[in-house]
């Protein structure tokens, strides 16, 4: 990891954290499992990723937090890069409208999940890149460590084991989705895959370096590529249209940028042959998305001018 | 109007043009009035405009079609441009994950339609420019006229009738969000505004032009600004995530623009800072997409590079 | 009307009244329409009326008050004597689990409303019975005359006005089901007569009287028959499955007996083959059924023993 | 088990039978497993179980067969025995409106089943007899045995072990509503139980018997009271708006009785205070009610005037 801080983006950097430290409301941790609610909602960080390796950053940009959801979009990405489009017969890429863990939907669409960042649809993935890799939470560790050059990344051992003690919903969906041949493993053994994948503790920097390969088009940090052109825009396009639960339209119409957030309190977004940015703080809105993360980024963009509209 | 037709984008539009022209399947016209169902399912026009009003076209891209909601587009800039952000207090900018005339989430959230280009939203962006302009249809021709610099453009009378004849469905999403008090006009006198403005007929060429605005981030073709950068990114974003019906999260994996359809086959999208484009082909998918339309438009994204993504 | 007030019942009605009497909360008035919510919330009146057409009451059980839905069970009643079965292709009969002026149903059910007893339903059934008599509410009022052998029975026109004037949920509900052509008469013609029938004022003793025919399997007050032993039972049984809103279930779990209630405060029951009852007291609970109402119905029952169970 | 083939019922059920027997089309059997695609939907059989325990019966009335979720209703009873109104705290009785193994109801209504014959209902209701008893399956067992006078009556273990193996939906359910703490038992043990207890098989004049203590309001084959008679008649009511899936207001409208059906074909029905009725044939209609069953008891009901309305 290059790490320089006088650049381009680090004056921005700096002006927004500054504006969010005098901002008093930031929303709610989540709660439902100890990890998350034990975090202060005062962290902040933010780092910006360049096409090359060079990142800025801010506040707590190299504090590990819980990554949460935004690990399905790698999880996306490794899936497609070894099916295909095969996979989208098995979940959909539309705006869901609905919280990321509805059943009601799935119901009325026979056990196809709406896209792949609600909690369904990942679970689909998930089970997917299991069945042709055999570890696919593994497969994802390797993939983070080796994009962010931080060989330290891990899962949260205990998080994960929090995330099963209050499983059920994702069970429930798992369960919902094997009734209609949906889902090929076994449904304990596909939760603790999922369970560990939305485990993994990451900083802000290491987050917008491992995001870099869609910034570049499908092309990895060894200069080897994972998606084509095509596909690394897809993944794109549905960050932007599902990557923030139900507020994707409020975050598109705000921020501009393709994003996905996590209930960690991160997000990660992408300026297309630019850069990448992931920010964090663990107040969120009620739809689950950071608030300080979303201003910041929001800010971001209005004062840098960089979206893809 | 300026035309030229050797430069740039024709090669590309004559080159797509021959790729629709050996493709069978071109869907279904609407049905639901006689005007659309008596539309040739071979029809089929394409036009690029750039920023400085040079239009490129091919096929039939100077035959006035029924816009029907394109105008959705241009009835949203005009409003916002008078109320500014208040609008959002009665229109939400979310994907709607449902069918374009559908009541059911209306219900569950109180009136207030999850977008202004599904019917419910544009009948409450026309309820509000028009109690602002006294008429809104009459105020949204001027507008289309102006821009694409063609003073013939008009409402199709005929058209008009016929949606009013086979109006029930608006009219029962009209009175609804009106029992929450969520429409000033009287519903009779909003129905004939929303029709008349459906009716409007252009061709590719007009609406390549009138689009253009949304590319120059807000100005108009006379050099005035319609609205801020800010808000003109804010339409091509409600656009890209919510333009296409239910069909918006794979309008944007396939194609990768702002775009908007309408049930008479033809549909506009904006790139960027770049150009705009409109396709007409009245065959529509089930979701109300023009079938050749989407084609092209992915054809064009592949081929030109040209993608927010 | 043969009144006597000092046999069988009696005593139980002034027992059930003493005991209402003491009871503190009430529920609170429709607040919808100005003459609703001028209810006092401790009117209390209720009746019985034997097959003979002997009545019981005690209370305010002269006082007119407002039917309101009460009145669909005797539009239901006049309509089915006319067509039969017929009714049954454009109207369910299953309990609809929502509220009685849902629209969400209707959608995914294709215009068709899942009883007579909802809003939806009624509309049908109004719009249906208009087309066979050129006079639906006239047809009502006559029915209940001389069941009721009351010629004062009338019509409330101010309320009937006041409904009009609030009625963008039933003309939304009307539209939407025209536009799935299951309503012949025109939307206003529809509306005026529907309003007009739910605003016909009668009193306890009234409405115990016009109900019996259900008591006595389809037989008028005169000795003729207008429905079929079947048709009377099918009437009973809607009733017991649809008759009081989303409380149904409740309402036959706790009372027992088939009934229908008005947002007026007033509830109708049948004791098949042995009396009817009216009772009436405006406050109502959440889901639009009398407080007092069921509460004395459910003591009734209890004290009496009678209970189709 | 007194039966007796020559007295008032028999006629009737011969006649009965000669008609069904005349009737071409009987539905097609369940076919989620394998024990009940094998059926035979040429059988038929039917039984009436007097008070005193009298029994009739014609066709394949001592067949047994698969009594499915015709056991929910025993169940129900059990528990209401012991733990009395605390249950509706965690168990509607309302009609559902929808299918019989529905989620959607559940996610609105935050894991609060509408009532307990639906399957999430019936989940709750096994899983709070379970924490009773530790034993809901045996304890059932023994029920039916002891009604009955069948000794021999047990589970079908293939029964079981088939539909645990189809039980992903089920497993969804209970997990989902143990996300909303509604479920108090591990999942596994939960579903054992509840999959045991669907698979007794029994024969018509079995379940005839075994439910006259409905038609004694309460009281058991060997005169103790199981039930107080408000409990009876309670349950006899949420059986004629809940027990027969989605069409509970069609079977109130044809037949008028309460009654309770099963995948397997089976129907009992209740006569308060003078008899009950078993019937089974296997076809079913597409809202999972035995087609020739239902046809038997509405014909039983039109000839002998039997009904509560």
Redesign the interface.
């Known amino acids: 990891m290059t790490t320089t801080s006088s650049l381009t983006f680090q004056p921005v950097l700096e002006r927004i954290a500054e504006e969010i430290e005098r901002t008093p409301a930031r929303g709610t941790p989540a709660d439902y499992i100890p990890a998350l609610a034990a975090c202060d909602p005062r962290s902040f960080g933010m780092a910006v990723a360049e096409l090359d390796g060079t990142v800025y950053g801010v506040g707590d940009w190299r504090e590990p937090f819980s990554t949460q959801s935004i690990t399905k979009v790698f999880t996306l990405a490794l899936d497609l890069a070894r099916e295909g489009d095969e996979l989208w017969e098995h979940v ?7 919280p990321f863990n ?7 669409e026979n056990g196809i999940p ?2 792949p960042f609600i909690n369904a649809g990942a679970l689909v993935v998930t089970d997917r890149l299991h069945s042709r890799t055999a570890d696919a939470a593994g497969e994802l560790l390797s993939f983070l460590r080796e994009e962010s050059g931080n060989p330290a990344l891990d899962f949260d051992e205990e998080v994960a084991a929090s995330e099963a003690a209050h499983g ?2 994702n ?6 989705m ?2 209609y041949d949906n889902i090929d493993n076994d ?1 304990p053994v596909l939760l603790d895959q999922y369970f560990r994948q939305c485990s993994v503790k990451a900083s802000c920097a290491d987050l917008a370096l491992a995001t870099t390969f869609l910034a570049r088009h499908g092309i990895r940090a060894d200069g080897t590529r994972l998606l084509t052109l ?1 596909q ?3 993944i ?3 960050m ?3 990557g923030t639960y ?5 975050f ?2 705000r921020v ?1 940028l ?1 994003g996905k957030s996590g209930v960690g309190g991160g997000i990660i977004a992408v300026v ?1 042959g630019r850069c990448t940015l992931c920010v964090w703080s663990p107040g969120l809105d009620e739809r689950g998305n950071s608030v300080a993360g979303v201003a910041a980024l929001d800010r971001f963009t ?1 004062l840098t001018g960089l ?3």
């Open positions: 959909g890429r539309e705006p869901s409208g609905n509805s059943l009601v939907q799935l119901e009325y709406r896209n059920d919903r069970a429930a969906l798992a369960h919902f094997a009734a449904i095509s690394a825009k897809q794109n396009a549905i932007l249209t599902c139900d507020a994707a339209g409020d598109a119409y501009g393709p297309p209005t979206s893809v509209f």
